[in-house]
Structures are given as C-alpha cells and as structure tokens.
C-alpha cells in the first residue's frame, strides 16, 4: 500500500521505487511501470524509479500549475489549471501525442499505451 501523509511525504515505496529526497509537499501520485509520476501541492511534477522508456526524460519544461497526473506503463500526463494536457515518455503508439484540439480539459487517464481526456469544449452545451 502507498500512502501519503498529512505532511506530503510518500511511504511504502522501497528500493529503486523509493522516493527521493525532492519528493515532500506531495498531493497525488500515480504508478507506471517501475517509476513513480508525484504532484507537489506548488503544482511542479515530480518522477523516479527504473526509466524503461525514457518516462522520466523529456519533462516538458513549460510544465507549471499541474492540477493532475496520470501515469501510463511508461509515459506521463499532467494536466495544469489553464486546462493544457502535456505527455511525455514512451510513444511508439502514439500514447504521449496531444492533439491540437484539446482545450478546457478538465480530466486525464493514463492506461497501458492510451492517453485519455475530458473536455468541457467536447462536452456540448446544455440546451434550452
């Protein structure tokens, strides 16, 4: 079991799993593959574990005010508050590819190889 504690420290994660000494204030956390994707409550990402596919390489340097993440078997997502979906990591399948069209995302899943979102844009309107 992983669990958070009240002063955003990750506990039962061991060995290459174990946190590093960066990974405090944090506020989600999401597993892939051997590596860990956190959330820090400033809104910054942070990763660790085995990098199998490059998963914890190419962090996109724009990446600020995270409000959510999402880790695949080896590729990430974080949503920010402006509602932008990033993607990084292992993309043979096209998994870590963030159409242009995605705007006012309001939620993000990783899976296997999918990459998945929830747009207020796609939703529709209510009508009448």
Known sequence: MIVIDPHGHVHGLSGPMAPPSDATNIVAISLG?????????????????????????NIPKQLTNVVAIAAGYFHSLALT??????AWG???????????????????A?????????????LGSPSG
């Open 33 to 57: 593959l051997r590596y860990a994707l956190a959330l820090k409550r400033d809104g910054a990402v942070v990763l660790w574990g085995a990098n199998y596919e490059e998963e914890l390489n």
């Open 81 to 86: 508050a402006e509602g932008t979906v990033f």
């Open 90 to 108: 292992f993309n043979t399948f096209g998994q870590a590819d963030v159409p242009l069209l995605p705007t006012n995302v309001i939620a993000i």
């Open 110 to 122: 990783a899976g296997f190889v999918q990459s998945c979102f929830n747009s207020v844009d796609m």
